[in-house]
């Protein structure tokens, strides 16, 4: 991937979680520490959790497409070896919101079945039949010597060889900066008074069914939950979770705080974010016509 520059404005993301006066003097004051909500919407299901970070990050069919092209080209660099890789897997036919657990279970329906577990690890995924010998698995990756049947290997093997194919033409940024700034602010938003409030309340309704916990994150990290499949007690468990959050619109009000704080970052970073849109943008394109023309 392309490195970036990593540079942290005064007015940046830095200067939101610190608090503290750390510009120098002349220079506009830092945001407050708890920025203005919009609308509080009403949360009940994980494709109900969208976030203004979502559109710097790849899509789960973006991300399907990429890896497509990636499998196309990694496999005609492995022909000129004399080797094979195995073709990508078929898309699945259901697709798990890319936020679907990020404010822990939240969907009546689900919990019944599969507690705090989560669904797509239980059902398992598909595996490839087709085995890989050690040899083909150096050339794939660029591991191992670096020479193959007396060819060089590229840089990175033949996946790196696909994807600098997939990154021409896309500007100078590190597309990774997104999903870091996503787990900022999902950490930020945890000392967040309103989130704290929200958190007492649902605690409170918790202890009212019998359950001592103090947030939602440590009723879904309970190590009772740690099985290979879930029991009784902690489907039990998360129904009342559910239930409580509804009741208190828990994750309601975490995604309006979150959606301020991610709000305020890309405004800080526009310049930025920018770039990194117009990268995945120029990415998935160059993936299309890969995909396309085979």
Same mark, same amino acid.
């Given at each position: 991937?392309?490195?970036?520059?990593?540079?942290?404005?005064?007015?940046?993301?830095?200067?939101?979680?610190?608090?503290?006066?750390?510009?120098?003097?002349?220079?506009?004051?830092?945001?407050?520490?708890?920025?203005?909500?919009?609308?509080?919407?009403?949360?009940?299901?994980?494709?109900?959790?969208?976030?203004?970070?979502?559109?710097?990050?790849?899509?789960?069919?973006?991300?399907?497409?990429?890896?497509?092209?990636?499998?196309?080209?990694?496999?005609?660099?492995?022909?000129?070896?004399?080797?094979?890789?195995?073709? !990508?897997?078929?898309?699945?036919?259901?697709?798990?919101?890319?936020?679907?657990?990020?404010?822990?279970?939240?969907?009546?329906?689900?919990?019944?079945?599969?507690?705090?577990?989560?669904?797509?690890?239980?059902?398992?995924?598909?595996? !490839?039949?087709?085995?890989?010998?050690?040899?083909?698995?150096?050339?794939?990756?660029?591991?191992?010597?670096?020479?193959?049947?007396?060819?060089?290997?590229?840089?990175?093997?033949?996946?790196?060889?696909?994807?600098?194919?997939?990154?021409?033409?896309?500007?100078?940024?590190?597309?990774?900066?997104?999903?870091?700034?996503?787990?900022? !602010?999902?950490?930020?938003?945890?000392?967040?008074?309103?989130?704290?409030?929200?958190?007492?309340?649902? !605690?409170?309704?918790?202890?009212?069914?019998?359950?001592?916990?103090?947030?939602?994150?440590?009723?879904?990290?309970?190590?009772?939950?740690?099985?290979?499949?879930?029991?009784?007690?902690?489907?039990?468990?998360?129904?009342?979770?559910?239930?409580?959050?509804?009741?208190?619109?828990?994750?309601?009000?975490?995604?309006?705080?979150?959606?301020?704080?991610?709000?305020?970052?890309?405004?800080?970073?526009?310049?930025?974010?920018?770039?990194?849109?117009?990268?995945?943008?120029?990415?998935?394109?160059?993936?299309?016509?890969?995909?396309?023309?085979?």
């Amino acid at each position: 991937m392309i490195n970036g520059k990593r540079v942290l404005a005064c007015f940046g993301l830095a200067a939101v979680i610190a608090g503290t006066g750390a510009c120098t003097a002349g220079r506009a004051p830092a945001p407050s520490a708890e920025p203005e909500l919009g609308p509080i919407p009403v949360v009940r299901s994980g494709a109900d959790i969208r976030l203004p970070l979502d559109a710097y990050v790849l899509t789960m069919e973006q991300a399907r497409m990429y890896s497509a092209a990636v499998n196309i080209l990694g496999r005609d660099c492995m022909k000129r070896f004399g080797l094979t890789w195995p073709a !990508s897997a078929p898309a699945p036919s259901t697709e798990t919101p890319l936020n679907a657990r990020r404010y822990s279970v939240i969907e009546p329906t689900e919990v019944k079945t599969f507690g705090y577990h989560n669904p797509a690890a239980l059902s398992g995924a598909a595996e !490839s039949t087709e085995k890989v010998t050690a040899e083909a698995m150096n050339v794939w990756s660029g591991g191992g010597e670096q020479t193959f049947d007396g060819r060089p290997v590229p840089p990175g093997g033949c996946s790196g060889e696909a994807a600098r194919q997939l990154n021409k033409g896309v500007p100078d940024i590190d597309p990774g900066i997104a999903p870091k700034l996503q787990f900022e !602010s999902f950490n930020q938003i945890k000392t967040d008074s309103r989130v704290k409030r929200v958190f007492t309340e649902w !605690s409170t309704c918790m202890r009212a069914k019998g359950f001592g916990y103090p947030d939602p994150y440590t009723a879904a990290n309970d190590q009772r939950w740690r099985t290979a499949k879930p029991g009784r007690t902690e489907i039990d468990t998360a129904g009342v979770d559910v239930a409580c959050k509804a009741q208190t619109n828990t994750a309601g009000i975490m995604l309006a705080v979150e959606t301020a704080y991610q709000k305020r970052t890309i405004e800080a970073r526009a310049a930025e974010m920018a770039k990194i849109k117009s990268y995945l943008e120029a990415q998935t394109a160059n993936g299309a016509q890969i995909i396309a023309a085979r």
